[in-house]
């Protein structure tokens, strides 16, 4: 079969690799639709926790093309999306339901092969069928709002609360329209492109700053600001429209070696809360259910489609900060 395979940092390319029979409770997908996410970037770039060679690609739909040895309840043809994590289910986290700090952590595309491939081998008890009336673009951006599900159990947003949100990419669009649902009184969203913060205006934020002029944020403190960029010098600005009480919630994947600075003073001071958010944590079911009821618009967040022999180029060029979402069609 046909697979985007990285084998080593900004080394990419279309190979013939061996198609992956299905183990004990396993399905194999064919793969319709994926997503290109931010953290394959990083994992292109050799920023990331992945091993080398891997086939990248974690949010992605496709059909059941076989099922393994013990699979019950499936049948070939059926229209699936995957939660691509792997938690060991037996370590200390993953029995205190914090899986995504399993001792033994995995993801599909992430630390084992993923789904920018013509099949990709899951586990049964992550899939989930999709209705006739989810098209497999839609399909394929269940992933990334699960990981926007688990920010929101983590931030805890309170009616009322002011919002910085910096970034409005694909991922910055999905936290404008959970937050402005979610209690956020004033929601200021920042970024570089008019375009996407005409897009983030129309989906729930109340005010929009474009990043070559923050005057309109000079002594502006909000109650939550929320970083979906993963730019260090970003998010090390960002503290500095913390109000008092305030929380701050780190969405953006960053560089695994990045570093900023933080006055330990203002932390105790003030009052600060400080977040994390790193991936899905047992929240894809409920991100599904979201997207299957239409809470959250996804369509106008597809800016591009590519083919699979189009990726390696893709994430060699610079980043084009006009593009959302980027997704490509096998």
């Not at 992550?126 to 709002?145: C, G, H, K, L, Q």
């Not at 989906?203 to 000079?218: H, Y």
């Amino acid at each position: 079969m046909k697979a985007l395979v990285i084998d080593r940092p900004h080394h990419a390319s279309v190979q013939e690799v061996p198609y992956p029979s299905p183990g004990r409770d396993e399905v194999v997908i064919r793969v319709e639709r994926v997503g290109i996410c931010g953290t394959d970037f990083h994992i292109f770039e050799g920023e990331f926790l992945s091993p080398y060679p891997i086939i990248p690609g974690h949010e992605f739909s496709g059909t059941i093309h076989e099922c393994g040895e013990g699979v019950e309840g499936f049948r070939i043809g059926e229209r699936v999306t995957a939660d691509p994590s792997l938690f060991c289910g037996r370590c200390v986290y993953c029995i205190t339901n914090r899986g995504n700090q399993c001792e033994n952590w995995g993801a599909l595309g992430n630390t084992v092969n993923g789904s920018m491939a013509e099949f990709v081998a899951v586990p049964a008890r992550n899939v989930i069928r999709i209705p006739d009336s989810m098209s497999f673009e839609t399909a394929a951006f269940i992933e990334p709002i699960a990981c926007v599900v688990h920010a929101m159990n983590r931030l805890r947003l309170k009616a009322g609360n002011s919002v910085l949100l910096l970034g409005a990419g694909a991922m910055g669009q999905q936290l404008v329209q959970t937050l402005s649902r979610s209690g956020a009184s004033r929601l200021t969203v920042v970024d570089v492109s008019e375009t996407k913060l005409a897009l983030a205006r129309s989906l729930g934020a109340t005010e929009t700053v474009n990043v070559r002029d923050k005057s309109p944020l000079a002594g502006v403190k909000f109650d939550v600001v929320v970083d979906a960029t993963g730019i260090p010098a970003v998010i090390e600005d960002a503290f500095s429209y913390l109000g008092k009480t305030a929380t701050y919630l780190q969405f953006g994947v960053t560089p695994k070696d990045a570093q900023i600075r933080i006055n330990p003073f203002d932390l105790y001071h003030k009052d600060w809360t400080i977040l994390g958010s790193m991936a899905i944590n047992y929240t894809f079911l409920p991100a599904f259910e979201w997207v299957k009821e239409g809470r959250i618009q996804l369509e106008p967040l597809v800016s591009k489609v590519i083919s699979l022999e189009e990726t390696a180029e893709f994430l060699a060029k610079p980043k084009d900060p006009e593009l959302l979402k980027v997704q490509i069609k096998l």
